[in-house]
T-cell receptor, first 114, second 115 residues
Framework: AQKVTQAQTEISVVEKEDVTLDCVYE???????LFWYKQPPSGELVFLIR??????QNEISGRYSWNFQKSTSSFNFTITASQVVDSAVYFC???????????FGPGTSLSVIP | DVKVTQSSRYLVKRTGEKVFLECVQD?????MFWYRQDPGLGLRLIYF???????EKGDIPEGYSVSREKKERFSLILESASTNQTSMYLC??????????????FGSGTQLSVL
């Protein structure tokens, strides 16, 4: 069975602090895809990143970075120098193939305090 | 700009009513999905569709049905609404390109309250 765990329900940080959101996944498949989505207060989820299981390179996009480690089945997301606009609920997700359903984690609510 | 539109942002219905939630996408996507979002549970898949007139059950289909008569429209139907169906409902769509993984595009959601 596939499962995504985000152990942190809520996180609060002060603006400019770095913060890491944890994601641990379970799957028996060798080929799979991992995602992060952001849900701001407006409600519409926005795609942030996709990573396939064969690509363990870490990725950086501006203040965002992602650390994918197959050995620990983790796909963690770090925001450097957090800003108030980063306040949102962040979801980690897993999918087996292009024709399979996406499994979402419970989400982590991040509050960045000015 | 890509767009997934859900017909209502807020909806209040009474127990036993038949409820229709509409979703339209303008991106010619094959795949469409209905999720419900509840605090602490994340997003749970209700139904999805990979083509017109085609539907597949997700993880929590009980009490729901769907209709996809046209490619751009995917409707979620609550045959007899119950209070435990009070939730945020999210529609999403995605484009399938062989060998290329797709991402989901979401609507803004419909907050349904069943009284």
């Amino acid at each position: 069975a596939q499962k995504v765990t985000q152990a942190q329900t809520e996180i609060s940080v002060v603006e400019k602090e770095d913060v890491t959101l944890d994601c641990v996944y379970e799957t028996r498949d060798t080929t799979y895809y991992l995602f992060w989505y952001k849900q701001p207060p407006s409600g519409e989820l926005v795609f942030l990143i996709r990573r396939n299981s064969f690509d363990e390179q870490n990725e950086i996009s501006g203040r965002y970075s992602w650390n994918f480690q197959k050995s620990t089945s983790s796909f963690n997301f770090t925001i450097t120098a957090s800003q108030v606009v980063d306040s949102a609920v962040y979801f980690c997700a897993l999918r087996k193939t292009s024709y399979d359903k996406v499994i979402f984690g419970p989400g982590t609510s991040l509050s960045v305090i000015p | 700009d890509v767009k997934v539109t859900q017909s209502s942002r807020y909806l209040v219905k009474r127990t036993g009513e038949k409820v229709f939630l509409e979703c339209v996408q303008d991106m010619d996507h094959e795949n469409m999905f209905w999720y419900r979002q509840d605090p602490g549970l994340g997003l749970r898949l209700i139904y999805f569709s990979y083509d017109v007139k085609m539907k597949e059950k997700g993880d929590i289909p009980e009490g729901y049905s769907v209709s996809r008569e046209k490619k751009e429209r995917f409707s979620l139907i609550l045959e007899s609404a119950s209070t435990n169906q009070t939730s945020m409902y999210l529609c999403a769509s995605s484009l399938v390109v062989y060998g290329t993984d797709e991402k989901l595009f979401f609507g803004s959601g419909t907050q349904l309250s069943v009284l």
